[in-house]
């Protein structure tokens, strides 16, 4: 159970980071290039000092035979930023939040075609009624399928690149840890939107973002909060099968809309509330899933030690030559 509890922390920090991100680019007007880049210009000095002081300090940034493979997930980051955020200019803000959540989909279908992960049909059953949740919370009703071609496509290769990274980071994990391969996807990620803030021109709006505190602190609050953010996710994913981790992160847009409400004033319908506790009613249903698996995980090997300790007394108690030799082959079996 202590993934569940590593990803259940894993969802409060990404739901800060929606907030701000949302304040920030919605409501402040920021672009998301320069956004990108200034939050970033905060977040790497906090891992890398993180990184220098603790443990083996710079040696936990060497790659360890994982060099190819953190260029690997760099360049998918680049990829998916690119794809993500450049996709709102040529489809819905709706459109975007549902079909970026595909990822899901594509975590289940690489992970089961390829034999990384096993998926039980209760939990797969899950997946449909989460997003039941999810339409319903975003609204499917302002879905739109006409004129946006290129937007759709976009987000929907852009939760293929999210599916297949979360395998990548999976593999550097095991010779990594967390925070070494947080400072190096998000230093090689950072190209990504230094490219969209140079062709959109947001350099020469650089000196508005330090004329007041008010703009610029928001955006150290930012880089902060995704330097919590990032590690905490790898945690999890280190511990955690990575389709039950994305089905985790489904719960973000229900907490960042329970947020909202008394923030920013934004009013759910009764659709959205419905929508809301079905992805939550079937989140709870998932862990209550891993914790008997849990259990009956820790309940196996005690089973089995008792079973070893009834047939030793047993056997003890029968004088030595007159166990036959099947029984004792028998016995053998069930100690291995």
């Given at each position: 159970?202590r993934?569940?509890?590593?990803?259940?922390?894993?969802?409060v920090?990404?739901v800060a980071?929606?907030?701000m991100?949302r304040?920030?680019i919605s409501?402040?007007?920021r672009?998301?290039?320069l956004?990108g880049?200034?939050?970033r210009?905060?977040?790497?000095?906090?891992?890398?000092?993180?990184?220098l002081?603790?443990?083996?300090?710079?040696r936990?940034?060497?790659?360890?035979?994982?060099?190819?493979?953190l260029?690997?997930?760099?360049t998918?980051?680049?990829?998916i930023?690119?794809?993500?955020f450049g996709?709102?200019?040529?489809?819905?803000a709706?459109?975007v939040?549902?079909?970026?959540?595909?990822?899901v989909?594509?975590?289940?279908?690489?992970g089961?075609?390829?034999?990384?992960?096993?998926?039980?049909?209760g939990?797969l059953?899950?997946?449909?009624?989460?997003?039941?949740?999810?339409?319903?919370?975003t609204?499917i009703?302002?879905f739109d399928?006409?004129?946006h071609m290129?937007?759709?496509?976009?987000?929907?290769?852009?939760a293929?690149?999210?599916?297949?990274?979360?395998?990548?980071i999976?593999?550097?994990?095991?010779?990594?840890?967390?925070?070494?391969?947080?400072?190096?996807?998000?230093?090689?990620?950072t190209?990504?939107?230094v490219?969209?803030?140079v062709?959109?021109?947001?350099?020469?709006r650089?000196a508005?973002?330090f004329?007041?505190a008010?703009?610029?602190l928001p955006?150290?609050?930012?880089g902060?909060?995704?330097?919590?953010s990032l590690?905490?996710?790898?945690?999890?994913?280190?511990?955690?099968?990575v389709?039950?981790?994305?089905?985790?992160?489904?719960?973000?847009p229900?907490?960042?809309?329970?947020?909202?409400?008394?923030?920013?004033?934004i009013?759910l319908?009764?659709l959205?509330?419905l929508?809301?506790?079905?992805?939550?009613a079937?989140?709870?249903?998932?862990?209550?899933?891993?914790?008997?698996?849990?259990?009956?995980?820790?309940?196996g090997p005690?089973?089995?030690?008792?079973?070893?300790?009834?047939?030793?007394?047993?056997s003890?108690?029968?004088?030595?030559?007159?166990?036959?030799?099947?029984v004792?082959?028998?016995?053998?079996?069930?100690?291995?």
């Open positions: 159970m993934a569940v509890f590593y990803a259940s922390l894993a969802v920090p990404w980071v929606t907030l991100l304040w920030l409501v402040e007007g672009s998301v290039g956004v880049v200034l939050s210009c905060v977040t790497l000095p906090v891992l890398g000092a993180w990184i002081t603790t443990g083996d300090g710079w936990r940034l060497m790659p360890r035979g994982r060099g190819g493979w260029l690997l997930m760099g998918f980051s680049i990829a930023n690119l794809l993500w996709a709102v200019n040529w489809t819905t709706t459109n939040s549902m079909l970026i959540r595909f990822d989909v594509f975590v289940v279908l690489i089961s075609l390829l034999g990384l992960e096993r998926i039980g049909l939990q059953a899950l997946l449909p009624v989460m997003f039941v949740g999810l339409a319903l919370l609204e009703g302002k399928w006409g004129g290129v937007g759709d496509l976009m987000t929907v290769v852009a293929f690149g999210f599916s297949v990274n979360a395998f990548v999976r593999h550097i994990l095991l010779m990594m840890d967390e925070e070494s391969v947080a400072l190096y996807n998000h230093a090689i990620s190209l990504g939107f490219a969209l803030a062709i959109g021109g947001d350099f020469a650089l508005e973002v004329e007041f008010s703009a610029w955006i150290v609050a930012l902060v909060l995704v330097a919590v590690p905490l996710y790898y945690v999890a994913l280190r511990r955690m099968d389709w039950k981790l994305r089905m985790f992160m489904l719960a973000t229900v907490l960042t809309a329970i947020v909202e409400w008394p923030l920013l004033g009013e319908s009764m959205q509330c929508g809301g506790a079905i992805i939550l079937a989140l709870a249903l998932l862990i209550r899933m891993e914790w008997r698996l849990s259990a009956a995980a820790k309940d005690a089973a089995s030690q008792a079973t070893v300790e009834g047939r030793t007394a047993s003890e108690a029968v004088p030595a030559g007159c166990v036959s030799e099947p004792q082959h028998q016995t053998k079996e069930k100690i291995e």
